[in-house]
């Protein structure tokens, strides 16, 4: 059983930074993608950042490429999500995801796609 568990979510001022950890457990991950996808009240969930959890490919959406950075840690099997200079628009509930097989098109894939989900954490930005 596939367990994805964030931390690391709170209040943080305009023009701050943030770091969210994911730790997964119950499988090897070497084949997945891993994302960080957030949802503000009223709004559809939207891809934040994707990581190949081998290969080490990433994707950013637009909102916050240039200021954000997705890692990870294979050794520990955790998920991050740094992001800098965090606007009021940032202030979301942010999920971690887990997908099995892929290998390619990273960004393009939909959420409904994924296999696996974390509880969620919520990043409140003040202006």
């Known amino acids: 059983q596939v367990r994805l568990v964030e931390s690391g979510g709170g209040l943080v001022q305009a023009g701050g930074s943030l770091t969210l950890s994911c730790e997964a457990s119950g499988r090897t991950f070497s084949t997945y993608g891993m994302s960080w996808f957030r949802q503000a009240p009223g709004k559809e969930r939207e891809l934040v950042a994707t990581i190949l959890w081998t290969a080490g490919t990433t994707y950013y959406a637009d909102s916050v490429r240039g200021r954000s950075t997705i890692s990870r840690d294979t050794t520990r099997n955790t998920l991050f999500l740094r992001i800098d200079n965090l606007k009021p628009e940032d202030t979301a509930v942010y999920y971690c995801?887990?997908?099995?097989?892929?290998?390619?098109?990273?960004?393009?894939?939909?959420?409904?796609?994924?296999?696996?989900w974390g509880q969620g954490t919520q990043v409140t930005v003040s202006s």
């Open positions: 995801a887990a997908v099995r097989d892929y290998y390619s098109d990273v960004g393009r894939l939909s959420y409904t796609s994924y296999d696996y």
